[in-house]
């Protein structure tokens, strides 16, 4: 169960992206392990990360980085929270206007960008005290030419997504499990 409707967010994403692990582990222990989960500790997206946001400390938790312009904060809850970012992510240099909050993410149409929205949930799994982490990721263009830019961009990244997309969510469970 999404912590809201994605939908009211972004409803018709040209990628989405979508990563679930299952702990061994109640739903507030596998939330508090997630937000405990650093740069660091995802390497390869670390590096990535790290390479599109300069100044991003690996030893900052994931959760943070998620609460900091770049992004800002479109709603968060008990075990969730949805943040949102706009621009131009395709482009070398970091270009990324900031955004005031949901209202502003919502109405953003500035021609040749995109909004680009990040969830992170835990919701109940089926087995006695297993809980899921959910991330989902989707990207929205503004316009015609924003969509041809993502359409480029997703061609060369979509392979090593799968390789580095749940990399952090593995952290979080296999620490929640161990605790």
Same mark, same amino acid.
Request: hydrophobic share 45%; charged share 25%.
């Given at each position: 169960? $999404? ?28 939330? =508090?392990? $997630?937000? =405990? ?7 390869? #997206? *670390?590096?990535?990360?790290? !390479?599109?946001?300069? *100044? @991003?400390?690996?030893? /900052? ?5 998620? +609460?900091?312009?770049?992004? @800002?904060? %479109? ?5 969730? %929270?949805?943040?949102g970012l706009c621009g131009r992510i !395709?482009?070398?240099h970091r270009d990324y206007p900031r955004?005031?909050?949901?209202? =502003?993410? #919502? ?5 040749? @960008? ?8 835990? /919701? ?11 991330? =989902? ?5 503004v316009d015609r030419r924003a969509r041809?830019?993502?359409?480029? #961009? !997703? ?14 969510? +593995? ?5 929640? $499990? *161990? $605790?």
């Amino acid at each position: 169960m $999404a912590p809201a409707d994605l939908d009211l967010w972004l409803p018709d994403p040209q990628v989405r992206i979508h990563h679930r692990r299952v702990a061994l582990a109640d739903p507030r222990r596998l939330w =508090e392990a $997630a937000g =405990e989960v650093r740069i660091r500790d995802a390497p390869r #997206l *670390g590096r990535i990360v790290r !390479w599109r946001i300069p *100044g @991003t400390s690996a030893d /900052e938790p994931f959760r943070e980085l998620f +609460q900091r312009y770049p992004f @800002t904060v %479109l709603t968060e809850g008990e075990h969730s %929270l949805v943040s949102g970012l706009c621009g131009r992510i !395709w482009t070398v240099h970091r270009d990324y206007p900031r955004i005031a909050g949901p209202e =502003e993410f #919502l109405g953003w149409a500035q021609p040749g @960008t995109v909004r680009v929205l990040f969830a992170h949930w835990v /919701e109940p799994a089926a087995g006695e005290s297993a809980a899921a982490l959910v991330s =989902e990721a989707r990207v929205q263009p503004v316009d015609r030419r924003a969509r041809l830019r993502m359409r480029a #961009l !997703w061609t060369l990244v979509a392979r090593f997504e799968r390789l580095i997309g749940g990399e952090a969510l +593995q952290v979080a469970v296999r620490r929640a $499990a *161990g $605790a």
